[in-house]
């Protein structure tokens, strides 16, 4: 476990750094194939917007440590933003790209990705999705952090870090991909840290 | 002394002495240097500094930085009734125009049933008779129904009671050019003038706002201005040749002031009104689609505005004619092509007039009295009774207005009946303080004097 | 976005908002369960006054397709038809709960009476206005010409379009200059001057009364319209002199079609006038789009509908408020 870092009255703190990323996401693809004895039936679908570089990431770790992994052809998007049941109460989302593995879901074990888990709403809102598109053999969860909080009977498989939180403060992730850098933050309610 | 507060309870005493005499204090006649002006008996009975009271029941009002005009003559409005009292009647659309200052009013034809017969002029005329806010003069129809084929009884009009001079068929055109000389000629016998209300029909059919940009734009029918300049041209031409005097209405745009100034040069004997809302507003109004901008003739653009503006402030445009046409809610509150056509334009005639024409430097009080006043009584043929001289002996027929009051314009609490004005939330300048119809106060302080008649 | 009452209203990037929408949207309608339940609960009633069976069953579908309750009340037959005002028939709207009205008018301005006198507060979606506009076709003619010209993505930068027809009576064309040119393209009309509006001189596009010189110009897209044939009679107002003399001088035939670079497209919003307006060789041919668009009017009309609903009524789309509101989730 990386030590966390508070700054003192400082607006936030970073919880995870670009190391502590990837020694995570490494850990996690190991325990995805142990946990399914293999990746011949998987398939990793990311939520967008940062579920996906970190389901791309996991794939290539995948690939990586497994023999005749092919990341591109295992990995996916999946926007859940149509099957949300909170739309009404927040200002209009835009709708990001559904694109499942040619092999499709049916029968086979699907890894949602997202980087955070709070209320667990979004990951109700994946499982509806994943119906109107097929039956998999099982869906799993892997997030990068797991927040708590949950208003739904909903746990994650495969978790990068648990990190119990107020339920005012935010939790950031940034991605090199969409964001520049590496981190895990945590803002305090207004915006001061710990 | 009394005040005008004891004036108001003792008008609905009936043991209360009718007001006779009023002294006005510092008044601007026509805008000009202060002085002292009495009314009494129904007159102007003197005119000049520190006059004095002739005792006790005269009423004394402070008009120190007032403007006194003569009563304002409205060539132009529309009282709806008989027919659609639902919009106006002519005691709710009288108590308008004196609280616009006006002493007198042309009520038009296009009632239900229609006044082209000498019954329903007379009837008009004694309804306004009796309500007593302002004297009613009727129009008569130029053709029998508005039908534009058959000449109306203009000669029995002419001889009623009524003592019809001016004919129109307004809200419609006279486009049939036989009928507009055989009109043209037959009125001369009585001393009457066709007021023309110049919109050739083919070139407008389903039209509903000024053709050009904004229509475009905004897919509703065009009505083009030359629709309206066609009809003024062949009007002026045939009133020049049959010796005839013509009045055109509601000239709104750029190409009619051009050839009403073309034809007045060459001697024709025209005369032309403008609108308060022309001088004021344009087809931009119309992108909202709020019917209360809807109007025939149709709002047109910035050029045409301050064409018709030049035009009054040179002569060309002889009147300020309200065309106060007030109607019913669901005429209005419906979409654009369904709605009818005009606005209010009584209470609030003045306050334009004097925002585009007198603030902006281009007419003085004295331009005011002519164009709302004088001109229009001339045309109409009542001017030995209204538009006379601020001067002893004339009839006390007057308005004193404030210059420096600004009010927002709000049609709810307007005495028109109905609510479609445009100027609905603007601030204008000028208030009506008092009116006065042969020296019987039907305004003061703002407000009507209820009861009692002259 | 609160109402859609005309392509002017849409700024260049809540178009192409609109068209990303509109492609992930026509993504789902390829699936097997092409149903969404995104606005479920929501009601729609679609309010028209003029007869339109292909536009009614368009909005009927797309609001279906996302789980949408949806009232048809057409004129015809209606309480509209015994005289019943505009007014009291949003009143009525009102009282059933619409949180959308898709209307056809055939009054201009109809919708943004609707939309803005207070009678009713959901949101208004133009259908056609008399002959101002009709927002949802040029989205899906947008939709149509990105998908085939511009590979589905981004705008319509460095496109021309060529419009024939009967512009000054036409809801489309006007539709269609506004939102083409927004979204970056060169739009050029090509009519009888009959059929110009007075002021065309003041829109954002080329002019043209010359179909062959037009042509020659090498557009990537030719948009024929609709010519209505009582347009020639003189109760109809006199237009042009005859079909024949039309079709002569503004149709779309084998030829004109031959003059066409190869990558062009041929659109027509419907209904066709067969040999009038177009030959049945160019409506056929193998680069019309014109069944396409119908089809994609589905996806786009789905698009239209997410946008005004699916957020709280008064917020704007931004990828921002995403980020934000997932930091939530």
């Known amino acids: 476990m990386s030590p966390d870092m508070r700054a003192p009255g400082g607006t936030e703190a970073e919880v995870l750094g670009p190391a502590d990323i990837g020694r995570a996401l490494t850990r996690i693809a190991h325990e995805i194939l142990e946990r399914n004895k293999g990746a011949d039936d998987v398939v990793l679908l990311g939520i967008p917007t940062r579920g996906l570089p970190l389901a791309r990431r ?53 890894v949602l990705v997202d980087d955070v888990l709070f209320s667990g709403r979004t990951i109700r809102a994946a499982l509806d999705a994943i119906s109107d598109l097929g039956r998999p053999r099982a869906v799993q969860l892997a997030v990068l952090v797991d927040r708590g909080h949950r208003e739904l009977p909903i746990r994650a498989d495969y978790v990068g870090k648990n990190l119990p939180t107020a339920s005012t403060e935010r939790v950031r992730v940034l991605l090199a991909e969409t964001d520049g850098r590496d981190g895990v933050l945590i803002e305090g309610p207004t915006g001061a840290g710990r | 002394m009394r005040s005008p507060h004891d004036i108001a309870r003792s008008a609905h005493d009936p043991a209360g002495a009718p007001i006779t005499a009023y002294l006005l204090t510092n008044a601007s006649p026509l805008g000009g240097a202060p002085t002292d002006v009495l009314l009494a008996d129904g007159r102007i009975a003197a005119v000049g500094p520190a006059l004095r009271a002739p005792d006790d029941d005269a009423v004394v009002l402070d008009a120190a930085g007032l403007v006194l005009l003569p009563g304002l003559v409205d060539l132009h409005t529309h009282l709806r009734e008989p027919g659609r009292e639902d919009a106006e009647t002519v005691e709710t659309g009288t108590r308008a125009a004196a609280l616009g200052g006006y002493t007198a009013v042309h009520a038009m034809a296009n009632t239900t049933p229609v006044a082209d017969t000498a019954g329903v002029v007379e009837q008009v005329w004694r309804l306004g008779r009796d309500a007593g806010w302002v004297d009613v003069y009727p129009v008569g129809a130029v053709t029998v129904g508005l039908g534009g084929e058959r000449l109306a009884e203009l000669g029995a009009m002419a001889a009623s009671a009524a003592r019809v001079r001016v004919f129109s068929d307004d809200g419609h055109c006279v486009d049939d050019p036989v009928v507009m000389r055989r009109a043209l000629e037959y009125v001369k016998a009585f001393d009457g003038v066709v007021a023309q209300h110049a919109q050739e029909p083919r070139l407008t059919e389903g039209a509903q706002m000024h053709e050009g940009v904004v229509s475009a734009e905004i897919g509703l029918a065009g009505w083009p201005a030359v629709a309206e300049e066609a009809i003024v041209a062949r009007d002026v031409l045939l009133a020049g040749h049959v010796g005839s ?33 022309h001088l004021l507003l344009t087809d931009e109004l119309a992108r909202g689609y709020d019917p209360v901008f809807k109007v025939n003739p149709p709002l047109r653009t910035a050029a045409d505005v301050e064409a018709l503006r030049a035009g009054l402030a040179d002569g060309t445009i002889d009147t300020v004619g309200t065309d106060h ?23 609030t005639a003045l306050s334009v007039v004097q925002a585009t024409m007198v603030d902006t430097g281009r007419l003085t009080w004295a331009d005011v009295a002519r164009v709302m006043s004088t001109a229009p009584a001339q045309v109409g043929r009542v001017a030995d009774r209204q538009g006379r001289p601020i001067a002893v002996g004339e009839p006390a027929n007057l308005v004193l207005v404030d210059p420096s009051a600004r009010r927002v314009v709000d049609p709810q609490r307007q005495a028109t009946q109905s609510v479609n004005s445009p100027y609905r939330g603007m601030e204008l300048p000028g208030a009506v303080v008092a009116t006065f119809l042969r020296g019987r106060a039907t305004v003061l302080e703002g407000r009507l004097v209820e009861g009692g008649h002259a | 976005m609160r109402h859609l009452l005309s392509a002017k209203d849409l700024s260049h990037d809540e178009a192409v908002l609109v068209l990303d929408t509109a492609a992930q949207m026509a993504a789902t309608q390829s699936r097997e369960i092409k149903k969404l339940p995104t606005l479920r609960g929501r009601t729609v009633i679609n309010l028209f006054f003029e007869d339109s069976t292909r536009t009614r069953i368009s909005f009927e579908t797309a609001a279906k397709r996302l789980s949408a309750d949806v009232i048809n009340f057409t004129a015809k037959g209606s309480s509209v038809s015994k005289g019943e005002s505009l007014k009291d028939t949003a009143l009525t709207l009102r009282a059933m709960g619409a949180d959308a009205v898709v209307v056809r008018h055939q009054a201009s301005g109809a919708p943004h009476r609707l939309a803005h006198a207070g009678w009713i507060d959901s949101a208004v979606v133009n259908a056609g206005d008399g002959t101002h506009q009709h927002p949802t076709q040029a989205l899906l003619d947008a939709f149509t010409l990105r998908r085939h010209l511009r590979d589905g993505r981004g705008d319509l930068a460095g496109l021309h379009v060529t419009i024939v027809g009967d512009v000054l009576h036409s809801r489309v064309a006007r539709s269609n200059v506004d939102l083409l040119t927004t979204l970056g393209a060169r739009v050029t009309l090509v009519a009888p001057p009959t ?72 659109m027509h919003p419907g209904p066709m006038n067969r040999g009038l307006e177009i030959s049945a060789d160019a409506a056929d041919c193998d680069r019309s789009v014109i069944v396409e668009q119908v089809s994609n009017g589905v996806a786009v009309r789905m698009a239209v509908l997410y946008l005004l609903l699916a957020g709280s009524p008064d917020a704007l789309a931004t990828s921002q408020a995403d980020d934000e509101a997932r930091a939530l989730a």
Request: aromatic content about 4%.
């Open chain 3, 195 to 266: 059929l110009l509006p007075v002021g065309v001189e003041a829109w954002p596009c080329g002019v043209s009364f010359h179909m062959d010189d037009a042509l020659a110009q090498g557009p990537d897209a030719v948009m024929m319209l609709r010519v209505q044939r009582e347009r020639m009679s003189s109760q109809g107002g006199g237009f042009f002199p005859s079909g024949v003399e039309y079709s002569r001088l503004y149709g779309l035939d084998a030829r004109r079609l031959a003059a066409l670079p190869d990558h062009a497209i041929v």
């Open chain 2, 325 to 347: 046409a007030p109607h019913a809610r669901e005429d209005k509150d419906c979409e654009w092509a369904a709605a009818l056509s005009g606005m209010t334009g009584l209470e």
């Open chain 1, 58 to 110: 996991l794939a290539a770790n995948l690939a990586a440590v497994e023999h005749g992994v092919d990341a591109d052809a295992i990995t996916g998007s999946l926007d859940v933003t149509m099957y949300r049941d909170d739309l009404a109460h927040q200002p209009t989302r835009t709708i990001a790209a559904t694109d499942v593995p040619p092999q499709g879901l049916d029968g086979r074990v699907v």
């Open chain 2, 245 to 277: 005097r013509l009045h055109v209405l509601h000239v709104s745009t750029a190409g009619s002031v051009e050839i009403v100034r073309w034809a007045k040069a060459r001697g024709i004997d025209v005369t032309a009104e403008v609108t308060p809302h």
